[in-house]
């Protein structure tokens, strides 16, 4: 549905190139939801607006829906951005226009007849939930109800693509969760394919399908959401699980663990039908160590069971590395060296 084939985007300011997107190569799946995380600058709003064109890659190839953006006349680039609806974080609505007027926008400049309007706005405030709020101001609105307004006009013109930057960071957590659940219905109901992006693990665990992280213009790692929560590989994706674990280990934390536990700790994620303490046990037996559950939380991932524990072993070195080496075969496993941020 959405390519992306060797992106880059360079930009030269100041007699500097800053390297937006490096090098991006990713595959988006019709009807997906597909997350992109990464922390601010990492290049992710530019990745976006790669794919409507807003901005021009510098290298590399976009296809959306078979077609290659960069090489499209500028009126089937007009057809093509009907086709892809945009939300941001901070809405952008027009505040001199009624929620109906600002849901209408579009169609109005797709020159859709007036009785067509009015019918299709209905349905996407019905959709939303805003049915009673057509006539009121953007000024009047909350946060949540705004972007409200901002999903039922990116709807408007029935694409098939609905790209979200940031669409939930404005708003509190209680009204988040409603914006991902109304994305989900958006998703489901409407079968419209969702690329977003966030610096917000939360928001990926609770809607994605596959992520992508991104770090200085790159996609340092991919997959399945499961699969990269059950085995992040690099710092920065461990980090971003980390941020959603019960048990993320505060600067705090680690000291007061520290102080009551001589030997090391490792991080252990387990998953599916592997739970811990028998892997552990097992391994335990086979070398001359001692382990000790300091900590740990089990949850729901996408309809399979999901474990991290925090668990301290004691012994020699050597025993130890040799226990971490048979571990590894069935989990994943990494030394607590710092707090995890
Ligand atoms: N129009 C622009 N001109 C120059 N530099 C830009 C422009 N847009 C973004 N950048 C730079 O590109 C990098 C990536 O920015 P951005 O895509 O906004 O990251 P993110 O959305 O992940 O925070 C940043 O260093 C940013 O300053
Ligand atoms: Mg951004």
Known sequence: MIQFQGVSKIFNSKNKE??????????????????????????????????????????????????????????????????????????????????????????????????????????????????????????????????????????????????????????????????????????????????????????????????????????IEEGTVFDIFAHPKQQATKNFISSVQNDKLSPKLLDILKQHHSGRLYRIIFKGGTTGEPVLSQAAKKYDIDFNVVYGSINELQGQLFGSLIVEFTGSDAEIANVVRELERTVELWEVVDHES
Do not use: W
């Not at 937006?20 to 595959?27: I, Q, S, Y």
């Not at 007009?78 to 086709?83: A, D």
């Not at 019918?119 to 009121?136: M, P």
């Open 18 to 219: 800053i390297r937006a997107v490096e090098n991006v190569t990713l595959n988006v799946g019709r009807g997906e939801i597909y997350g992109v995380i990464g922390f601010s600058g990492a290049g992710k709003s530019t990745l976006l607006r790669l794919v409507n064109l807003l901005e021009r890659p510098t290298g590399g190839k976009v296809i959306v829906n078979d077609q290659d953006v960069t090489s499209i006349s500028a009126r089937d680039l007009r057809k093509l951005r009907r086709r892809i609806g945009m939300i941001f974080q901070t809405f952008n609505l027009f505040n001199s226009r009624t929620v109906y007027g600002n849901v209408a926008y579009p169609l109005k400049l797709a020159r859709v007849p007036r009785a067509q309007i009015r019918e299709r706005v209905t349905e996407l405030l019905r959709f939303v939930g805003l049915e009673d709020k057509a006539e009121q101001y953007p000024e009047q609105l909350s946060g949540g109800q705004k972007q409200r307004v901002g999903i039922a006009r990116a709807l408007a013109t029935s694409p098939d693509i609905l790209i979200c930057d940031e669409a939930t960071s404005a708003l509190d957590p209680e009204t988040t969760g409603e914006i991902l659940k109304l994305l989900k219905k958006v998703n489901e109901e409407y079968n419209i394919t969702i690329l977003l992006i966030t610096h917000e693990m939360h928001v990926i665990r609770s809607i994605c399908d596959r992520v992508a992280v991104m770090e200085n213009g790159a996609v």
